[in-house]
């Protein structure tokens, strides 16, 4: 009889291991799952913000090219531009004269009638 409470518990030990490394098979597959769920949501993300880096970049050379644009009209307008002669400035700047007594009564008001 002692042999056979020797191997029952020899029985009941290797059980408990048989069952310890059940566990750990399944917690490690797990695990594994878990870190391959986490790193497809990371690839995900990257691609995802690798689009919208390529659009912004799509956006920026757009803008650029408009605004080289707009550069060269503002440099040809200013090239021919009378508004921008010193003399036109000075005179754009001087107050308009107010009319004389004389010039107000001479002045047609038919716009109150």
Not at 27 to 35: F, G, L, M, N
Not at 49 to 73: G, H, T
Not at 79 to 95: A, N, R, V, Y
């Amino acid at each position: 009889m002692a042999t056979c409470k020797t191997e029952d518990k020899d029985l009941k030990a290797e059980f408990g291991v048989v069952k310890k490394r059940e566990r750990n098979r399944a917690a490690a597959y797990k695990s594994r799952q878990k870190h391959t769920q986490h790193a497809d949501a990371l690839h995900k993300e990257f691609e995802s913000l690798e689009k919208d880096n390529a659009a912004l970049r799509k956006e920026i050379q757009r803008l650029q090219k408009e605004q080289a644009y707009w550069s060269k009209i503002l440099q040809q307008h200013e090239d021919t531009c009378l508004l921008l002669s010193p003399d036109i400035i000075l005179e754009l700047q001087k107050p308009a004269p107010l009319p004389s007594p004389r010039e107000i009564n001479q002045m047609s008001f038919d716009f109150y009638l």
